[in-house]
C-alpha cells in the first residue's frame, strides 16, 4: 500500500518520480504527489489518480535534482489533497508508507513543541518529529526520530539544507537502487528498473543516506552496516504494457510464459529443486505436514497446493488465510514445513504469519514473485516464481506461476518420499511441461468469444461459481477476479454445497459459472447440479475440456484443450480472469486499478 520513490542526482528529478509513480500506482491511487529541493522545498499534490497531478505539474512545472514522490493508499484521514504526501515541516518534506500506531502520543509530544499537524495523516508527524530533531544533521534527525515511532514506517527524507537522500526501513518496504552518479530509493524494483538493476535491500531497522556518489546504511543505533548488491534479472520491457490496452490483459496473455520461465531450469530427466532448497533425504522424509498460508488469490493458490499435496504426494497438508491464522494461536509441531505464498513478498498479515512460524522453530518456504522481498527475505527458503512484474492490481499470471511451484514441489517431495513411482512421475512431469502451450492455447480459443459475450453478461449483477475438489479454489478465484474489477458480486462454492443454501439465490437474473471437471465420476455429480439451476431457470455459463464441450442447458462453454482433473487448475483459470477483464473492460473500468484495492497490502 502507498508507493514511495526518490532520487538525488544530476538530472530534473520530476519526470523521473512521476514515471516511477506511474510504475507504482497499483499501490495505491488515492492521492499523489512530488516534493523537489530547487531553492526551497516546492511540492505539487493532487488527489485522484496521477494524471490529476501531471495535470497540474503542466500548469506549475517545478524542477529539482532531489526529490521524493508519493502515491497514497489512504488508511488514516480522507484522500484529498491535504492528506496526499509529501508531507513538509519547514526545512524537512517526506513520503510515508505505513502506519504510525502511536499518532496521538507523538502528536500530543509535538503539540507541547509548537508543532500543529495540518492534515488528517500520521505521516505527517514524522515530518515534524524530524524537523524537531533536527540540528544540522538530516541522518542524526532521523535516527533520533525512528525511536520515538511505533508501527511500520517505509519513509523518503529530503532537507532543503542538505543534498541528501534518507530512506527508512521498518516493517514496510523500501530498496535502494544504485545508479551511475545518481541514486534512487523506491517501494520495490519496478520503477527502477529503466535505470538500473543494482539494488541494496534495507532490512527493517536501517536507514540508507544517500548522494549522488554514496550510499551509506546504518542500524538505527548509528552503526554502519555492510550489504551486498544484488542484481535482478527483470527488465524494463516486462513492466511495460507493450501495445495491449491494460496490463491485466498483457500479463494473462503472458501466462503461458510465465509458467514456462518458473518451469524452466527446475525440470531436466526430473524435478531438481535440490540446488535451490538444499535439503537432505532425512529434512523431506521428516517433514509430516505442510502448513500453507497466504491472503487472497495466492489464497486460492494455496488452496490448490493443499489438493495436491495430499492427492498426489499424500502428505498432509491444510491452507489458512493468513490474516486469521496469525491470531489463532496453531500449534505447529517440529516435522511441519511451513510455506507462505505471496506475489509482492510484502503482504502484512502473510509476513507476520511466517514470522509466528519462525518463532516456533518451524522450517520456512516461501513462494515468492518479487525478488529481494521481505517474505523472500524471512523466510528459511525460497522458491521464486519467475512472472516477471505484475503491475495490474488483479493477480492473474503470479497466480499460475505460484502453481506452477506448488506442482514441482509437490512432485519432488513425492519423488522423495517415494508416493509416487517412476512411471508415474514421469507422466505427472511430462502432463507439467505441456502445460505453458497449454494455457496460451486456452488464451487464443477464448479471447475473441469472451469479448463477444461481454455486453449480455455485463447486465447481471449477481453471479455463482461452482466447482468442485481441486476446481473449488478455481470457482473462488474465478469469482474474485469478476468482483475486484467489474463490481459485480459474485460468489465462489464448492458445488456440492450449493443446494445448502446458496440455490436459494437462483432465477433468471442469477447466472451460475460451472466448471466441469474433466473427470467421469465428478463430472456427472456436476452435471446434476446443473440441472437443479437450470430448472429453476438459472443461466448456465460452463468452463470445460474441449472433450466435453457440450455441455446442455449451457448458454455458453468457454472450452480449454484436454487435461488430467490434477492439472486443470491451470487451464480453467483462464477464461475465467478473460471473462472477469471483458466484462469490465466493456463495462468501461479501470481494470488495472480497481477502486478500494492496491496491489500490495502492507497494512494488517
Ligand atoms: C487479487 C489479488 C490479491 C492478492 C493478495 C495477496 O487479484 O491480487 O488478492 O493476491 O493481496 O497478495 P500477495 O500475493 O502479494 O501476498
Redesign the pocket.
Known amino acids: 500500500m502507498c508507493g514511495i520513490v526518490g532520487y538525488i542526482g544530476k538530472k530534473n528529478a520530476v519526470p523521473l518520480l512521476i514515471e516511477g509513480l506511474k510504475a507504482l500506482e497499483y499501490r495505491g491511487y488515492d492521492s499523489s504527489g512530488i516534493s523537489v529541493i530547487d531553492k526551497k522545498i516546492e511540492t505539487i499534490k493532487a488527489s485522484g489518480k496521477i494524471v490529476n497531478l501531471i495535470d497540474k505539474l503542466f500548469k506549475r512545472p517545478i524542477n529539482g535534482n532531489i526529490g521524493i514522490g508519493h502515491t497514497r493508499w489512504a488508511t488514516h484521514g480522507e484522500p484529498n489533497e491535504i492528506n496526499a504526501h509529501p508531507h513538509q515541516s519547514r526545512e524537512v518534506a517526506i513520503v510515508h508508507n505505513g502506519i504510525i500506531e502511536n499518532a496521538k502520543e507523538i502528536e500530543a509530544f509535538l503539540a507541547k513543541n509548537g508543532y500543529k499537524r495540518k492534515s488528517q495523516t500520521d505521516s505527517e508527524l514524522i515530518a515534524h518529529l524530524i524537523n524537531y530533531f533536527y540540528n544540522g544533521n538530516l541522518l542524526n534527525a532521523c535516527l533520533k526520530a525512528v525511536h520515538m515511532l511505533n508501527g511500520s514506517f517505509a519513509v523518503g527524507v529530503i532537507c532543503r539544507r542538505e543534498k541528501k537522500l534518507i530512506g527508512i526501513k521498518y516493517k514496510s518496504p523500501l530498496i535502494v537502487g544504485i545508479g551511475n552518479g545518481e541514486n534512487f530509493i523506491a517501494s520495490d524494483v519496478a520503477p527502477l528498473l529503466p535505470y538500473t538493476n543494482r539494488f541494496l535491500f534495507l532490512e527493517d531497522g536501517e536507514i540508507a543516506e544517500i548522494d549522488e556518489d554514496n550510499i551509506r546504511i546504518f542500524d538505527f543505533r548509528g552503526s554502519e552496516v555492510k550489504k551486498d548488491i544484488s542484481t535482478v534479472d527483470w527488465t524494463k520491457e516486462q513492466a511495460e504494457k507493450g501495445g495491449y490496452k491494460h496490463f491485466m490483459l498483457k500479463e494473462i496473455a503472458e501466462e503461458g510464459d510465465a509458467v514456462r520461465n518458473t518451469l524452466l531450469g527446475r525440470i531436466d530427466d526430473n524435478i531438481s529443486l535440490e540446488e535451490e532448497l538444499k535439503w537432505n533425504g532425512k529434512f523431506i522424509n521428516n517433514i509430516n505436514k505442510v502448513v500453507l498460508v497466504?491472503?487472497?488469490?495466492?489464497y486460492y493458490a494455496a488452496l490448490v497446493g493443499r489438493y495436491i499435496l495430499q492427492n498426489v504426494a499424500h502428505i498432509p497438508a491444510t491452507a489458512e488465510v493468513a490474516s486469521e491464522f496469525r491470531y489463532e494461536n496453531i500449534l505447529l509441531d517440529r516435522n511441519t514445513l511451513f510455506i507462505v505464498?505471496?506475489?509482492?513478498?510484502?503482504?502484512a498479515d502473510?509476513l507476520e504469519s511466517m514470522s509466528y512460524a519462525k518463532s516456533q522453530n518451524i522450517p520456512t518456504l516461501s513462494i515468492v514473485n518479487v525478488q529481494g522481498s521481505s517474505i523472500a527475505r524471512m523466510s528459511d527458503y525460497v522458491l521464486y516464481t519467475h512472472a516477471g512484474p505484475e503491475i495490474s492490481?488483479?493477480?492473474t499470471k503470479?497466480f499460475v506461476s505460484q502453481l506452477a511451484i506448488l506442482y514441482l514441489f509437490t512432485l519432488f517431495l513425492s519423488r522423495t518420499k517415494r508416493t509416487l513411482n517412476n512411471q508415474q512421475l514421469k507422466d505427472y512431469t511430462e502432463e507439467l511441461l505441456k502445460i505453458p502451450d497449454k494455457i496460451n492455447e486456452t488464451f487464443e480459443i477464448n479471447l475473441q468469444k469472451v469479448q463477444n459475450i461481454a455486453p449480455y453478461y455485463s447486465q447481471f449483477k449477481n453471479y455463482l461459481y461452482l466447482g468442485r475438489g481441486i476446481l473449488y479454489p478455481i470457482a473462488l478465484e474465478g469469482a474474485?477476479?469478476l468482483k475486484?474489477i467489474s463490481y459485480l458480486h459474485a460468489e465462489g462454492y464448492a458445488a456440492g454445497e450449493m443446494k445448502h443454501g446458496p440455490i436459494a439465490l437462483i432465477d433468471k437474473t442469477t447466472p451460475s459459472v460451472f466448471l466441469i471437471p474433466p473427470s467421469p465420476l465428478l463430472l456427472n455429480k456436476t452435471l446434476s447440479n446443473i440441472k437443479e439451476v437450470s430448472s429453476r431457470k438459472g443461466e448456465i455459463i460452463a468452463v470445460a475440456t474441449d472433450k466435453y464441450e457440450k455441455i446442455e442447458d449451457a448458454g455458453l462453454v468457454l472450452t480449454t484443450p484436454s487435461t488430467d482433473l490434477i492439472f486443470s487448475p491451470f487451464l480453467y483459470i483462464v477464461p475465467l480472469q478473460l471473462f472477469a477483464y471483458s466484462i469490465a473492460n466493456y463495462l468501461g473500468y479501470d481494470v488495472d486499478h480497481p477502486r478500494n484495492l492496491a496491489?500490495?497490502?502492507t497494512v494488517e
Open positions: 497466504a491472503c487472497g488469490t495466492s505464498i505471496s506475489q509482492s513478498g510484502e503482504t502473510t492490481v488483479a493477480s503470479a474474485l477476479k475486484e496491489k500490495s497490502v
